[in-house]
T-cell receptor
Framework: ETGVTQTPRHLVMGMTNKKSLKCEQH?????MYWYKQSAKKPLELMFV???????ENNSVPSRFSPECPNSSHLFLHLHTLQPEDSALYLC???????????????FGPGTRLTVL | TQLLEQSPQFLSIQEGENLTVYCNSS?????LQWYRQEPGEGPVLLVT?????EVKKLKRLTFQFGDARKDSSLHITAAQTGDTGLYLC???????????FGGGTRLMVKP
């Protein structure tokens, strides 16, 4: 596997379910990100981890819970979601977000989530 | 809150035509990035512009960063069907590698 991979690619869940999204990067990067892409809004940054430490949490509801056990893996745990949470969830990684020069983010293909 | 407005939101043209996509903000960005996203995939970086007034060319694509680093444009010459996709601009702020994305321009190039 190369680049950034995400599983599952598609997920349908009920509002009472608990599920997890997984992201894995094979690029040796130090930072990982979760974004939400919905039809009617710009891509929104949810969480940023740098060296396994959360450095950004953009007022995301507590029903989304991230976990970064190491620099290569990132999870998004989902619990009691709402239908408006249906969206494409994208993971990205970059070398070092604290770099003074622009630090390229590489995106995975996303998980298409539908909440019924 | 920094906002990026992209226009147009949708664009449908014939192969061979030229087009320009705009990305505007009232905020200053340390750099601006352009991505292309195809269905079922994540965004892929096309270019990063850093200096005010900078122009970068990528084959038939020309990217320009405004002098004040608040706006950018993407011009495609002689569009091809393979250019079809969602084009996203993203501004990077001075606080680190946190990107603010525009709403995107969905381009369809018809044969």
């Amino acid at each position: 596997e190369t680049g950034v991979t995400q599983t599952p690619r598609h997920l349908v869940m009920g509002m009472t379910n608990k599920k997890s999204l997984k992201c894995e990067q094979h690029l040796g990067h130090n930072a990982m990100y979760w974004y939400k892409q919905s039809a009617k809004k710009p891509l929104e940054l949810m969480f940023v981890y740098s060296l396994e430490e959360r450095v950004e949490n953009n007022s995301v509801p507590s029903r989304f819970s991230p976990e970064c056990p190491n620099s290569s893996h990132l999870f998004l745990h989902l619990h009691t979601l709402q239908p408006e949470d249906s969206a494409l969830y994208l993971c990205a990684s970059s070398q070092d977000p604290r770099a003074t020069a622009s630090d390229t983010q590489y995106f995975g293909p996303g998980t298409r989530l539908t909440v019924l | 809150t920094q906002l990026l407005e992209q226009s147009p939101q949708f664009l449908s043209i014939q192969e061979g035509e030229n087009l320009t996509v705009y990305c505007n903000s009232s905020s200053v960005f340390s750099s601006l990035q352009w991505y292309r996203q195809e269905p079922g995939e994540g965004p892929v970086l096309l270019v990063t512009v850093v200096t005010g007034g900078e122009v970068k060319k990528l084959k038939r694509l020309t990217f320009q960063f405004g002098d004040a680093r608040k706006d950018s444009s993407l011009h495609i010459t002689a569009a091809q069907t393979g250019d079809t996709g969602l084009y996203l601009c993203a501004g990077e702020n001075n606080a680190g590698n946190m990107l603010t994305f525009g709403g995107g321009t969905r381009l369809m190039v018809k044969p």
